[in-house]
């Protein structure tokens, strides 16, 4: 100004460049252009992560395990098709082997890569250790734990060769607060924790990361099986008074997918209400 006085208009200088870069953060697209597939999207968290990736340019495949999940996943699709119109379906059991390989090969044919990687399928039943039968441990381990290493194992070949990808898997914040009568529950997500640990110090440099999400108690249909009275014992519990909506679980998968998290390796984020301090 011609009398010496500097004009703080906060439309000008830093003001403008504040606004630009406000503008800038508020249109990027996260996930544009990659390639994203979720294990166990049809209902629950899993659909949740595939509308948001969605929303942010990924392109998604919903994995689902069998039949009568198939009307599930086909909604979970037509959520998506307006805003991300070359997402698919692939029904597999990520428990077999030969499901797993042929998932991932029909994804790398169809799509050329899988950029991301969310392990989230998963089942639940509850008996005491006493009175557990073999079978029910074996199911439960076979599709938490041997599905997040087997997707993770035929993904990783892909990911090798591109030098690039995301790989989250889903733990729980009962890993590390233990429940009675979830024995098989607990030590499989256990153990998805510590292979996250050790598969991260394998890639090492490479442009991979690999972390966990470890949910407290969420609206699902899986939470909506336990009996009200349970299911209140649970929230009292969560200081933060409430059990979360899976819309405040899917931010970490997204944080973790994308670029803003590529400082994050071999971390476990746990979205829980205040229920567990990791």
């Known amino acids: 100004a011609e009398d010496g006085i500097r004009d703080r208009s906060p439309s000008r200088g830093l003001g403008d460049v504040y606004k630009r870069q406000l503008q800038t953060k508020e249109t990027t697209i996260k996930l544009e252009n990659k390639i994203a597939l979720i294990t166990g999207a049809s209902t629950g968290i899993g659909k949740g992560v595939a509308e948001t990736f969605a929303k ?14 198939e009307k599930n996943a086909d909604e979970t699709l037509t959520n998506i098709k307006t805003v991300s119109p070359n997402s698919k379906t692939h029904m ?15 994804i790398r044919d169809d799509f050329g890569t899988i950029d991301i990687l969310v392990n989230n399928a998963g089942i639940v039943t509850t008996a005491l ?3 557990m039968k073999s079978s029910m441990w074996n ?3 076979a599709v938490h734990l041997n599905g997040t290493f087997m997707c993770t194992r035929e993904a990783l070949k892909i990911m090798y060769k591109n030098n690039y990808g995301r790989i989250i898997n889903t733990a729980s914040q009962l890993a590390s607060k233990g ?4 024995a098989h529950y607990t030590a499989a997500k256990g153990a ?20 966990c999400v470890a949910p407290g108690a969420t609206e699902t249909r899986m939470l909506s099986e336990l009996p009200a009275e349970r299911i209140e014992e649970i929230r009292q519990t969560i200081p933060k008074g409430k059990i979360a909506n899976i819309d405040e679980i899917t931010p970490a998968y997204l944080f973790l997918a994308s670029n803003d998290g590529n400082h994050f390796v071999g971390q476990t984020i746990s979205p829980n209400g205040g229920d567990l301090f990791l």
Request: glycine share 6%.
């Open 179 to 182: 429940h009675d009568g979830l």
């Open 192 to 211: 998805i924790i510590s292979f996250t640990r050790s598969l991260s110090l394998e890639i090492g440099d490479k442009n991979i990361r690999v972390n």
């Open 129 to 131: 250790v006493h009175e």
């Open 92 to 106: 597999a059991d990520v428990s077999n082997e030969e499901d797993v390989v042929g998932m991932i090969e029909r």
């Open 139 to 141: 199911e439960l381990l």
């Open 56 to 69: 942010e340019g990924a392109t998604v495949v919903i994995n689902y395990p069998n039949e009568s999940e």
